[in-house]
C-alpha cells in the first residue's frame, strides 16, 4: 500500500500546474504538467513501486541518503533522463552528468547544477568543493533552487528571488540555522522549504525569519 505524503500545488503563471510531495529527508517528487521529477528518491523514504514512473531523476551527489541504486531502477524507463555529478553516473555507468555552472534542457524544463560543498575547516571532508551538486530548476519562468549537501557558497547573485528555495539545514555536514538564516535573508525566496533536517530544532530556523516576507513552509523532512 501507497504511504500518504504531504503535497503543496501551485498554478504557475504560464498556466500550467505544478505539485510537490514532499517524500522525507531529501527526497522530493515534482509533477509539472505531468512531467515527473524526482529529486534524490531514497527506497528508505518511499516504495517507489507505487510512485509514477520517473521522466527526469536528479541526483545530487553518492551519498547514500540521496543516491539509491534500487530506487532509480525501479523508477526509469527507456524514456527517463538522469541527471547526476560525475561520481554517481560513473557509479550508475548511465545518464548525463553536470558539473557545477552546467545546465541542459529536458523539454521546456531548464535544469542547472549549482555549487554544492562545506567551507567550514574541518567540514570540507564531507562535501568537497567541486564534487557535489545543488540543483536550479527553471519552468518557464518559475524557479525552483534544492541546494544539495551545502554551506553558504558564492552562487548567491544567481539565486536571489527564485520562487522556491530548498534548504540543506543540518549540522555538521550542511548549514546551521545561523547560516541558513543568512543564505535564506540574501536569497529572499518567495517560499522557503527547509529541508534534509535529521534532528534540527527547524522551529528556531522559522521563528528567526518572522520579520520578513518569506513564507517558511515546514513539511516532514527529517
Same mark, same amino acid.
Given at each position: 500500500m501507497s504511504k500518504v505524503f504531504e503535497k503543496d500545488c501551485f498554478h504557475l503563471l504560464n498556466g500550467k500546474k505544478l505539485t510537490i510531495t514532499f517524500l522525507g529527508h531529501a527526497s522530493v517528487v515534482l509533477?509539472?504538467?505531468?512531467?515527473?521529477?524526482?529529486?534524490?528518491?531514497?527506497?528508505?523514504e518511499c516504495d517507489f513501486n507505487f510512485e509514477p514512473k520517473a521522466d527526469i531523476i536528479l541526483v545530487t551527489h553518492s551519498h547514500d541518503d540521496h543516491f539509491d541504486k534500487k530506487a532509480i531502477n525501479i523508477l526509469k524507463t527507456e524514456r527517463t533522463k538522469i541527471i547526476a555529478n560525475q561520481e554517481v553516473i560513473?557509479?550508475?555507468? %548511465?545518464?548525463?552528468?553536470?558539473?557545477? +555552472?552546467?545546465?541542459?534542457?529536458?523539454?521546456?524544463?531548464?535544469? /542547472?547544477? $549549482? !555549487?554544492a560543498y562545506n567551507t567550514t575547516i574541518g567540514r570540507d571532508c564531507f562535501h568537497p568543493k567541486d564534487r557535489d551538486n545543488g540543483y536550479l530548476i527553471c519552468l518557464d519562468s518559475f524557479r525552483i533552487y534544492f541546494s544539495g549537501d551545502t554551506e553558504i557558497v558564492n552562487n548567491i547573485d544567481e539565486l536571489k528571488n527564485v520562487d522556491?528555495?530548498?534548504?540543506?539545514?543540518?549540522?555538521?555536514?550542511?548549514?546551521?540555522?545561523e547560516q541558513a538564516n543568512h543564505?535564506?535573508?540574501?536569497?529572499?525566496?518567495?517560499? %522557503?522549504?527547509p529541508y534534509h533536517l535529521? +534532528?534540527?530544532?527547524?522551529?528556531?530556523?522559522?521563528?528567526?525569519? /518572522?520579520? $520578513? !516576507?518569506?513564507?517558511?513552509?515546514?513539511?516532514?523532512?527529517?
Open positions: 509533477d509539472y504538467d505531468n512531467t515527473i521529477i524526482y529529486l534524490d528518491p531514497i527506497s528508505s560513473d557509479l550508475l555507468d %548511465f545518464g548525463k552528468a553536470l558539473k557545477n +555552472d552546467q545546465h541542459t534542457k529536458i523539454k521546456d524544463i531548464e535544469i /542547472k547544477a $549549482t !555549487s522556491i528555495a530548498f534548504l540543506a539545514v543540518n549540522q555538521p555536514y550542511t548549514m546551521t540555522i543564505f535564506i535573508r540574501e536569497i529572499s525566496p518567495r517560499i %522557503f522549504y535529521t +534532528d534540527t530544532n527547524i522551529e528556531e530556523l522559522k521563528e528567526k525569519l /518572522k520579520d $520578513t !516576507s518569506i513564507d517558511c513552509r515546514i513539511r516532514k523532512m527529517q
